[in-house]
């Protein structure tokens, strides 16, 4: 028996709205940051469990103060009784009478309660010695279900349909693993797209995107039409007919808007069009999706929960599912959102980037293919190239392909230096910086 | 000019949960809160504004956090500029690119902006000498409009829709003024329906609200069916058949449940089904609504946003739209809603209660016959009797009605005794309860 002893918490953030990497139409300017937490148990094996919740700068400190807030259901427990059911453990979370009404199961303190479950799976996956996507794709259908939440779902997905996919995708397991270590999962690149970058750069990134094995780029939308226009004949004209040119409004518009936009992009053959309004709004992106196929519609980085997966299903409102690691409540939820997809035979295209969404993401991706919908076809991962080098094990992306991890874990674990020089604002990084800005008023008073 | 000097937040925690005031099928034990803030000013006239976000207790002081993070959007800022384009102050907080990705426009984060925004209404009244309702019941359409965020909105509403409507009820504002101070504005009491009360209590409140001219009750559903029914009759034979008796199932239910259960509840002639499955379900109330009709849909305590409000109005998902003073980014949201709800002919009947809710909520029923929806048929706002004491403005309810506050103000503001004795874990209360409980555990122990 182990028991945790403690649980730490860092508000890391990384100053990346100066070089204008990450710039969209409704994000001019983000620091890409992480609300970090750190579980650690007397085992004696120097296993730890790490989870974050990524955010973009400003309210870091928040996310932080919320995670810190769910300390009292981890710190001291029995972490074999926490990781034996993590079922139950996610329900004890979520279903707090009181911590509910700050959302219910949206928002900050949501996110929260998803950063300490992928915090106590990846420690799971160390413990049993397998990388998170291994480890999932290892348990029995019956083990599988018994980690989701039904409840608010079964209008639309029954317990006994959820085994159902899975006792259906059993038999191939085995061979679908050896496929995915041979051949990779298909990624796709954002990096030539943001809003911030000349059409010189554009063009280039398009172009080594291309070379280095891409099959769809995607650009950022929805700031100026004419912009739009001359951005995407840029990037037609470097990747040429063949490649996908995914683009992406991030909630940019009305769905009026967001329809006649698409009107004038269509030309440029567009391989989905993502976030067009908000992603709340279930009824409009089903408006959208109605008005602008064949295009599909994508959505999901900012849905918050599997409550609105499920409506987007039923309302064909998405044609393409974007789940993320940190958004909704960590593991548990998500496969409960890849069964959902699952049942409605939607493709699922995980939004990445960030800081250390591709890391965590990959793994949801490649268990899908294991254990439940059994294909990889029309399917991608989100590519981002921005700051892997503070993971303890980056993504291995090569050939246009995510390569499955095979070091133990749920790939959220960062580098404890970096960590160190990035915490807000006592970090090394940040220390210097404010002491540099003070040189800089000082030398502009003088 | 006068210039915010201070922003000041407390984390303030009733202890409400030992008499099971307040328990419901979701809601087993809330210890009514507040994230309370003060903003104070140097103009030398003693005016301060006063907001919260209503919780029930454990994450209050996350919430508090949250609006501790927003201080940078006052403290040091014109007050005068901020009061006098509240439509612009409220797009700068709910609009901050970076706090956005913590939603957006939902939960914690969301809740925070609307305390700021209400504590800002609360001050911009005082200098006013008006009550809120009356300040705004005195603003033009178009000042009026100024104060909503269309985006997302204009599918359903357009500015020249919500135009149309202000003018249509501008005529008539003086006279429903004085209607209202002469008569009130109906209520409805809760105060005998929580499910931790005996049938003998319910039977006795039951009586009293009707003796106190209330025309509803409403009784909490949903944990045990056979309960329900006993309740029910209970209920129906202490207030005779004229009584309308609503009743509220908290969430607690899945789509097929929920319209099984109410088929049992259906003969003691249910005034309307609150909340009967997750707030984020507009298809999910949308097909319970057409199941259990004619009984009426009552949600919204829950709704993060216009635009879930939006989509619940599309689908025809509810038929009583219960707006709430501190779930959403306050009055300029609730404006904005009102303005959906007339434009799709939905009456509103706000959920109050909790701490404050009451006080603050009532002002924007009154503001909506008088300058919006023109009428208060079938509305009546809830009214449960706790923590009235600890306002400075408390409500005036009798003969089953809320009348109208003449104090200046948003009605949020706290006695400073009561903030000080009920501040957690440092105030008066919570420091000698934390003793008490301390000797017990000594004389158990002994």
């Not at 973009?56 to 710190?75: C, H, M, Q, S, W």
């Not at 995107?209 to 001359?230: E, M, T």
């Not at 291995?396 to 790939?411: A, I, M, Q, S």
Request: glycine share 8%; charged share 20%.
């Amino acid at each position: 028996m182990s028991i945790v002893i403690a649980v730490e918490t860092s508000d890391v953030r990384f100053p990346t709205s100066r070089e204008l990497d990450g710039s969209d139409a409704m994000n001019p300017d983000p620091d890409y940051s992480a609300a970090y937490l750190r579980i650690v148990t007397d085992s004696g094996d120097g296993l730890e469990g790490h989870g974050f919740v990524f955010t973009i700068g400003r309210g870091n400190d928040v996310e932080t103060a919320a995670i810190k807030a769910l300390t009292p259901y981890v710190l001291g427990r029995n972490a074999e009784e926490l990781l034996a059911d993590m079922g139950a453990t996610w329900k004890e979370l979520a279903h707090d009478s009181q911590l509910r009404w700050l959302g219910p199961e949206k928002g900050v303190m949501h996110m929260a309660i998803g950063a300490v479950i992928n915090a106590l799976w990846d420690l799971k996956a160390k413990r049993a010695g397998l990388p998170l996507w291994q480890l999932l794709g290892q348990m029995t259908p019956e083990e599988l279900v018994d980690l989701v939440d039904f409840r608010y779902l079964t209008d639309a997905l029954t317990r006994d349909e959820a085994l159902q996919i899975l006792h259906a995708a059993e038999p191939g397991r085995a061979q679908r693993t050896a496929t995915l270590l041979a051949e990779g999962y298909p990624g796709y690149t954002t990096t030539p797209g943001w809003l911030g970058y000349s059409d010189e750069k554009l063009t280039r990134l398009a172009h080594e995107a291309v070379s280095a094995g891409f099959k769809q780029i995607k650009l950022k939308v929805g700031a100026d039409l004419q912009d739009d226009i001359r951005r995407l004949r840029a990037a037609r004209a470097a990747v040429g007919p063949e490649i996908l040119i995914a683009v992406d409004a991030n909630q940019r518009w009305d769905v009026a808007e967001a329809i006649e936009w698409m009107g004038h992009l269509a030309e440029f053959g567009i391989a989905w069009i993502e976030e067009p309004t908000s992603p709340d709004d279930i009824l409009g992106h089903a408006a959208i999706a109605r008005a602008v196929a064949p295009i599909p519609v994508a959505t999901g980085e900012h849905v918050q929960n599997r409550v609105v997966f499920k409506q987007m299903l039923q309302a064909d409102a998405l044609q393409v599912l974007q789940i993320d690691a940190s958004r909704v409540a960590g593991v548990n939820e998500n496969v409960a959102i890849l069964l959902l997809a699952a049942k409605f035979g939607v493709r699922v295209c995980p939004h990445a980037g960030g800081v250390g969404l591709c890391e965590a993401v990959q793994h949801l991706s490649m268990f899908d293919f294991v254990a439940v919908s059994g294909t990889k076809e029309g399917r991608m991962i989100e590519f981002v190239d921005h700051l892997h080098e503070h993971f303890v094990t980056p993504i291995d992306v090569h050939d246009g392909c995510y390569f499955p991890p095979t070091t133990p874990g749920g790939g959220s674990e960062m580098h404890t230096a970096s960590i160190a020089e990035f915490t807000f604002p006592d970090g090394g990084f940040w220390l210097a910086d404010a002491q540099t800005r003070q040189v800089q008023d000082v030398e502009v008073a003088v």
